[in-house]
């Protein structure tokens, strides 16, 4: 069974650090290009980050760049996120997402195949 499966949200102060996991099963991530979306309450799903399937082609979002990180490791098929200097503006559901592609994609309709979520809260 094709699965995706995210990890590592929580509650964090301010200015703290989360790593999310996106591990996947019942295909090799290798083909794919991954995406990482977020949806706050009473707004639409955004696009944060995107990694290429080779890992050599990654995108972000203005408003996370140079505060979150996207990688990934074929081995573990599992792709994260290390978002630090969290922000309140940051508190989200968080999903990942397997891309149509082997590149980056922005829209939401290229990905075929959506984790469950893990919510993120970032509060003092």
Same mark, same amino acid.
């Given at each position: 069974?094709?699965?995706? @499966?995210?990890?590592?949200?929580?509650?964090?102060?301010?200015?703290?650090?989360?790593?999310?996991?996106?591990?996947?099963?019942?295909?090799?991530?290798?083909?794919?290009?991954?995406? $990482?979306?977020?949806?706050?309450?009473?707004?639409?799903?955004?696009?944060? #980050?995107?990694? #290429?399937?080779?890992?050599? =082609?990654? =995108?972000?979002?203005? #408003?996370?760049?140079?505060?979150? &990180?996207?990688?990934?490791? =074929?081995?573990?098929? &599992? @792709?994260?996120?290390?978002? =630090?200097?969290?922000?309140?503006?940051?508190?989200? @559901?968080?999903?990942?997402?397997?891309?149509?592609?082997?590149?980056? @994609?922005?829209?939401?309709?290229?990905?075929?195949? $959506?984790?469950?979520? &893990?919510?993120? &809260?970032?509060?003092?």
């Amino acid at each position: 069974q094709l699965q995706l @499966v995210e990890s590592g949200g929580g509650l964090v102060q301010p200015g703290g650090s989360l790593r999310l996991s996106c591990a996947a099963s019942g295909f090799t991530l290798d083909y794919y290009a991954i995406g $990482w979306f977020r949806q706050a309450p009473g707004k639409e799903r955004e696009g944060v #980050s995107c990694i #290429s399937s080779s890992g050599g =082609n990654t =995108n972000y979002a203005d #408003s996370v760049k140079g505060r979150f &990180t996207i990688s990934r490791d =074929n081995a573990k098929n &599992t @792709v994260y996120l290390q978002m =630090n200097s969290l922000k309140p503006d940051d508190t989200a @559901v968080y999903y990942c997402a397997r891309s149509r592609r082997r590149f980056c @994609v922005s829209s939401p309709y290229e990905h075929d195949y $959506w984790g469950q979520g &893990t919510q993120v &809260t970032v509060s003092s």
